[in-house]
């Protein structure tokens, strides 16, 4: 299994910016969909985004389509979410999640590697 390690949370404004960033080792990275995920205080872990593996399918919850940009750079083995327009409600730790499958990446059960997330809170 890939190890996969987040980074690029903090305390931002709404309507504010915030680029996550996502470091995989221990596989081929390239071979791997990768998703986001996040969970909020007392709520289940939610689907955010997911890339293909071939980095041209791109997948959105309606929630954040619009407002965030997932994209995965294979020579540095990582992935990417773009987040713009920040609300309250985007508020929660945000997971990086890897799979080889190539469908069903809205899933949770389709992954079997994960980070250990990193925390974006929207504030004024």
């Known amino acids: 299994q890939v190890q996969l390690v987040e980074s690029g949370g903090g305390v931002v404004q709404p309507w504010g910016s915030l680029r996550l960033s996502c470091a995989a080792s221990g596989g081929t990275f390239n071979v791997y969909s990768m998703g986001w995920f996040r969970q909020a205080p007392g709520q289940e872990r939610d689907f955010v985004a997911a890339?293909?593996?071939?980095?041209?399918?791109?997948y959105y919850a309606n929630s954040v389509k619009g407002r965030f940009t997932i994209s995965r750079d294979n020579s540095k083995s990582m992935v990417y979410l773009q987040m713009n327009s920040l609300r309250f409600e985007d508020t929660a730790v945000y997971y990086c999640a890897a799979t080889k499958l190539s469908e069903g990446l809205r899933g949770l059960d389709a992954y079997d590697s994960w980070g250990q997330g990193t925390q974006v809170i929207v504030s004024s």
């Open positions: 890339i293909h593996w071939n980095g041209y399918n791109t």
